[in-house]
């Protein structure tokens, strides 16, 4: 039993982030400065890219490339229904049509067959997920994109750090979006990336993330936030997308430790691993050859024979017990949102809908320790075996 409240995540913080956050806010710049470029240039790296476009929120990257590759009213972007919400509302601020195929039961993210299948001559775009960090089949989508000659958008949003064959999750579309929310690998407390070679792209993302000022400019207003030269011509419709000085520097020093964050991580998912992998109740995460993971949660899976029902009470059984659970993701075709916006429903995506009534995900972050791993486990083993009891 738990004795000490054990969250589902928790952000790592140390004193290189509280200097950097320190040293932004004592420069005297909090908007449209260094902090961001360095962020930009030590994420677009990572993901093997030319140019990185930073962003307040994951969603806004997203919502930004979307408008930048000019998908509308009338497209339709083929997706997953196994995710979280913003990876198909991104398609619906534009007016297009998100169309959902259905998802592998091994790997969790859209199975590519039935990609190929949806493909139809109002299709503009692919864009997949790296469903819990797995890369799995993201070379297959690229294949499948350029033969139809469509883009390839990742939302790459839960997956940084992470290879496949490799090469980095961000580099295998047209263009990427990484998202810094507390929970992700790293934080900037809210935050988000584009990532991509194209520098036409790129350039429009930047003017459109700063209210559509001209392409090509730094977009810098004078220190002290005074307007000079071309900071108030707006060229195109923009928005106020951009990430702030504080939070850049909290990104900046997060990716300076990045690799030892993805070890820390590794190393807390193999304890799960260890501790679970001989109970037939569970399913744990199919992670291929050729992966190198970068775990953003990790989700165990009940076995085909538990009922949502049950896992419902098992989560909250976790969550009695001090301990954070929770059902990632609910189908995104089944919220009610979509269903009366698409006419989505149950029975339309199996896989989804039968995988997504039996997730189960455990608390994990970069300090957990082997006991918070086995308290978190003999608890579940409880709970687990209770629930087999009743139906006896
Ligand atoms: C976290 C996440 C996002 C974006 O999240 P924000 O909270 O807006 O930063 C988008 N798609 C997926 C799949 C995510 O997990």
Request: glycine share 8%.
């Amino acid at each position: 039993m738990a004795h000490h409240e054990i969250p589902l995540s928790r952000p790592d913080i140390t004193e290189l982030e509280e200097s950097l956050v320190l040293k932004a806010l004592r420069s005297g710049r909090l908007s449209i400065g260094p902090m961001v470029e360095e962020f930009e240039r030590s994420v677009a790296a990572r993901a093997g890219r030319r140019f990185g476009v930073a962003c307040n929120s994951g969603t806004s990257g997203l919502h930004l490339l979307m408008m930048a590759l000019n998908i509308g009213p009338g497209d339709e972007v083929i997706t997953t229904p196994f995710s979280f919400i913003a990876s198909s509302n991104c398609v619906l601020f534009t007016g297009a049509t998100p169309v959902f195929v259905d998802i592998c039961p091994k790997t969790l993210n859209m199975d590519p067959e039935q990609v190929e299948a949806r493909i139809g001559p109002r299709t503009r775009a692919i864009l997949a997920v790296e469903t819990f960090a797995n890369p799995a089949s993201m070379d297959r989508y690229e294949a499948i994109a350029n033969r139809h000659e469509i883009p390839l958008i990742e939302d790459c949003c839960e997956a940084l750090g992470t290879e496949y064959k490799g090469r980095p999750a961000g580099s295998f579309g047209r263009a990427g979006v990484f998202a810094f929310y507390p929970n992700k690998q790293i934080t900037t407390g809210e935050g988000g990336m584009i990532v991509t070679d194209d520098e036409r792209l790129a350039e429009l993302c930047r003017s459109m993330r700063n209210q559509g000022r001209p392409l090509g400019q730094p977009g810098v207003a004078s220190a002290g936030g005074t307007p000079t030269g071309s900071w108030l011509r707006h060229e195109r419709l923009g928005y106020n997308f951009r990430l702030s000085e504080l939070n850049a520097a909290l990104g900046v020093a997060q990716m300076r430790r990045l690799t030892d964050i993805v070890h820390r991580r590794n190393e807390v998912a193999n304890r799960y691993v260890r501790r679970l992998m001989d109970n037939r109740s569970f399913i744990l995460p199919t992670i291929l050859p050729e992966t190198l993971m970068s775990w953003f949660v990790f989700v165990v899976r009940l076995a085909t024979t538990y009922r949502a029902e049950e896992r419902d009470r098992i989560v909250a059984g976790l969550r009695r017990h001090d301990i954070g659970a929770a059902d990632y993701f609910p189908c995104i075709h089944l919220q009610p949102f979509y269903r009366e916006r698409l006419g989505t429903g149950p029975g339309m995506f199996p896989i989804a809908e039968s995988v997504s009534q039996r997730t189960i995900a455990l608390p994990f972050f970069n300090s957990m320790t082997e006991e918070d791993v086995a308290t978190v486990c003999q608890t579940l083993d409880l709970l687990v075996s209770h629930e087999n009891l009743s139906r006896a």
